[in-house]
């Protein structure tokens, strides 16, 4: 198959993962018990009621509730297309305009906490791995804890000890640079641990293999050989779970926004979910899914760089 | 040395070849499990107090011998209400990740063993399924749904389910593979027996590790979104709650929000290595 | 001058044929408490060949590896000598060992396709020697790579040099990973298995291209389990077992009159045209080998037929390729049909439609003039006792959960006399583990815990169990020691001797298939280019692929 066609192939199902994906969103929006406009009164009036027919009547047709179940699907799917997510049941504003601005922030801490986590596992990969077996040992011990830790529990930590006890950071940082730091750190001290066991072990196999012995044969020395043959192999699966891995912090963001008062999709989450604002949720969840699946092609693009084995068709 | 022919002759044999390395790693994780244990079946033994007895003289005190926790707004012995929380949460662990294992068991052996169009359906459905990370899938059954315990173990269980069920499918399908599969096949048994002799209790070996992990993740998960304010509400003891109640106090009362995160993060790490440790006797014995 | 500089500087010149070059004396290494290497002691010299011969566990690797100090981790290497022409190596730091590896001594392992970094491009992996050692510029090196990849004989070399090792042959691969090894045009070569897992013809092209190494000057040190290998280049050979030295000598001694019994029984082990009809491995105190009483062969019964056989796979890039095309043959009661070819000829395919594990795209085989291929599974499967199967891996043919017992007695119960109550079975189990050799100790044990000649015991038992009239065997000793394999061919032959079973025996191994064989089929690309009686098809080969083979093939009569 041609490069042109395979990139093709792949779009297509991206876009067709981001309609799945719809899909599920907008049926999730029916589950909502009693009728979705009864949510919209209820909200809208602080408390929980029956209202007659005719009370639900104008909100069905404003929202168009009434509309055939399929056309509103349509609709829905079409409507992203178009860049339309929906309106928010508690603000009457598009759900766009309720994400709009907020959104990057958000990217900028996801994405920074990616890189930060790769330069970390990167480190602590190429200093620990397959060394000295105490060295070895406290580096597969290290990943082994931070990548279980959970998101909020390494915020807390580093908040009380670097901004509370130690004051270097700012408590609330809001997006200035300095107070990113600790929110990027927290992002992505789990995740290179979790990356740097995937890097470490395929490290460990592939430093084991003949064709490292031949670089040494040849006179090549220890770091040499790490750096220039063994590297570009082990990173390889990691490569691969960035893609996931993207997704993942989008929900570790949501939580470090949270802890540290810092603007962003995150809290326009939360207070969605509490005011159980439905479209809001979805939305967010759908641009999630549009990032998770954008991010998946650019992963594949770059593993077919890294690995040309990939690139032809064999 | 002569054995005895008996039905469990192979099983008794796996047995002594089992070795039993006791590593300090394991002997610490497995004492955590334990002591998480008893607070579950018996709060009492691991403390006198009650998790309810509000002491308002001894309101925010930091921990000390007396309180190895410190207390609360309330007055509350932070340590007894950690202990108390157990049983809640790791209720809602272990449900959430029956959930999940059941829906991961069911889609990973329907699509490995069916293979052809069936596999390719379920591959697809997990590879949508991929795009939602648990957390918000969870935050969105709970917009809908409102804040409840069952909705936080459905929500963990199906969100966290995708990964679980891929999990299964690439085990089915690598043990479907096997060259002993094929060998039973060309033996002359029955497919359906080879289903169950080999590709069955195969399949599911490396899954004891996985379960274990489950449970930690879960407990994790739950207690992630009651840190949000989204999950079991306090003044329930569970330990979700109670970080979402220390919350307002980080700042000058770290310990609200420290230890109860402190025991999450151990027992997590427990049962996932001692599961892990399962996992390695289990081949070990059988390799 | 750095230490290096200094150390190489003190080599002497060395150039006229037969010069000492290497010197190795009392060498010793261990991995903690076990000692592998036990005292050995050799001279390599200009424009001769060493050969190290010796089977799995005898220590020949970990002396190549020691010569350029990359013994391994937790190693203890003692010698009382190692010098190259003056320079010590025994003294030498790994920062003084960088300028000796590539340079004065190159390395040669086996198997390209995992002795090359796949991501990188042939041409980046020959002059990196080069790079490292400082030679010549950018420029200088690309052409320099271009120049040694065809002086080994990989045409176009200058567009292979951009290419990368998956995208080459398996031969010109191994090429290029020579080329790499000599581009600093070292002194010494060590070679360790450079011809395993390749073609027989390809065998041959690495092996001239060695043997013209040599004449130019360059001292070899070949390392082998294959004394055919061994016989067609080298000068010298050595025989080691366990760490120790048995024999040395010149070449046409030691491989034609032994001294020591280990070389002659590893000689004798050796399965060839002369090896027909004879059992390989001989009793103590014997002098020829015992013949073996065979059972007529019934030639109006055919047990498995074959007709016109096809087998087309559709890749995923939606090719079609015919991986069998039009194979037909007959096996009879109590022969044995070798089907042998290189990879990619077919074999393994035609032996699993045998099997009907796989569906023939057109074509059918029968068993014993009934339909086999054509049958529904369900109806298959009764009469799937009647043929038995023994694979080149049987680790991985067993359920890694279950013990050796389990296993046998899980195949009694598919044979047409399923055991009747567990004692029976386990009775049945033990004789046939004596049947092959093994023990009622046996029972429990895990096959993982067992040797690989053991474990294919263990699978042959499995195949014997149901009582089946024919057995495929798919490459069953390629796996195995020359003397493990030399009793697995002498147990298969025995029982084909005593229980009339047939075999259709699949194997790239001339020897082996020359050994065993009845009749054979030569394959090549998927048809038959050749079959006949043994005896015919390899003294009288008709066609040229298979008058190729044989050319090809290392005979220990040339030395």
Known sequence: ?314 | MTTVAVPGASALARLRDVRFRIRPGTAVSSLIVLVLLVAVIAPSVLTHRSPTAIDLEHTLLPPSLSHPFGTDDAGRDLYTRVVYGARESLGIGLGATALAMGIAIILGFTGGLAGGIVDTVIARVLEVAFAFPVLLLALLLIAIRGPSVTTVIVAVGIGSAPGYARMVRGQVLAVRNADYVTAAGALGHRRSAVIRRHLFPNAMRPLVAVITLGIGQSIVWASGLAFLGLGVAPPSPEWGALLSAGRMYITTSWWLEIMPGMVIVLVALAVTSLGRTMQHQLEGAAR | MTAAAEATKELTNVTATGTPLLHVENLRVSFGDAEVVKGISFTTRVGRCLAIVGESGSGKSVTARTLVGLTGPNSLVRADRIDLAGLDLTRQSERSWRAIRGREIGFILQDALVSLDQLRLVGDEITEPLKLHGWGTRASRRERAVELLGSVGVPEPEVKVRQRPYELSGGLRQRALIASAIALDPKLVVADEPTTALDVTIQAQVLDLLAESKVRGRSIILISHDLSVVARLADEVIVMRGGEVLEQGPAHQVLHQPRHEYTQALLDAIPSEHTRGVRLVRPAAADSAVRRTRQPIDRDSPVLEARHLTKVFRGPDKVDRTVVDDVSFELLAGETLGIVGESGSGKTTTARIALALLQPTSGEMLLHRQQWSALSPAQRRPLRKRIGVIYQDPLSSFDPRWPTGRIITDALRTGSRPPSSGAEARTRAVRLLEQVGLGERHLDSAPLRLSGGQRQRVAIARALAPEPEVIVCDEPVSALDVSIQAQVLDLLTDLQDELGVSYLFISHDLGVIHHVSDRILVMKEGRVVESGAADDVFERPRDPYTQRLLTALPRLAQA
């Open chain 1, 1 to 314: 198959m041609s490069k042109a066609r395979r990139i093709l192939v792949k779009a297509v199902t991206a876009v067709l993962v981001l309609v799945a994906a719809a899909s599920v969103t907008f049926f999730a929006q029916l589950l909502v018990p009693g009728s979705r406009a009864t949510a919209i009164l209820n909200q809208e009036n602080g408390r929980a009621q029956q209202w007659t027919a005719a009370q639900l009547a104008p909100v069905n047709h404003e929202f168009g509730f009434d509309k055939p179940l399929i056309v509103q699907y349509l609709g829905y799917v079409g409507g992203l297309f178009r860049g339309n997510l929906g309106t928010s049941y508690t603000q009457f504003k598009p759900v766009t305009q309720v994400i709009g601005d907020e959104l990057v922030p958000s990217l900028v801490l996801t994405v920074g906490g990616l890189i930060t986590a790769w330069v970390l596992a990167l480190a602590v990969t190429l200093l620990t791995a397959k060394r000295h077996r105490f060295t070895s040992a406290l580096g597969s011990t290290w990943e082994a804890l931070t990548a279980s830790l959970p998101t909020y529990w390494v915020g807390v930590v580093l908040l009380v000890v670097f901004a509370v006890e130690i004051r270097i950071f700012p408590v609330i940082g809001g997006t200035s640079a300095w107070g990113t730091v600790l929110p990027v750190l927290t992002l992505a001290i789990p995740l290179a641990g979790f990356l740097g066991q995937v890097m470490r072990d395929e490290f460990e196999r592939v430093l084991d293999q003949p064709f490292i012995t031949t670089a040494r044969t040849r006179g090549m020395g220890d770091a040499r050989v790490r750096l220039v043959h063994a590297l570009r192999h082990s990173v390889l699966p990691a490569i691969t779970l960035s893609g996931w891995a993207l997704g993942a912090l989008v929900s570790g963001a949501v939580i470090v926004e949270n802890l540290f008062g810092r603007p962003g999709i995150g809290q326009v989450l939360v207070t969605a979910v509490n005011t159980r604002d439905v479209p809001v949720v979805s939305g967010i969840v759908l641009v999630v899914a549009a990032v998770y699946v954008i991010a998946n092609l650019l992963v594949d693009l770059v593993y077919a760089l890294v690995d040309p084995r990939l690139r032809g068709a064999s």
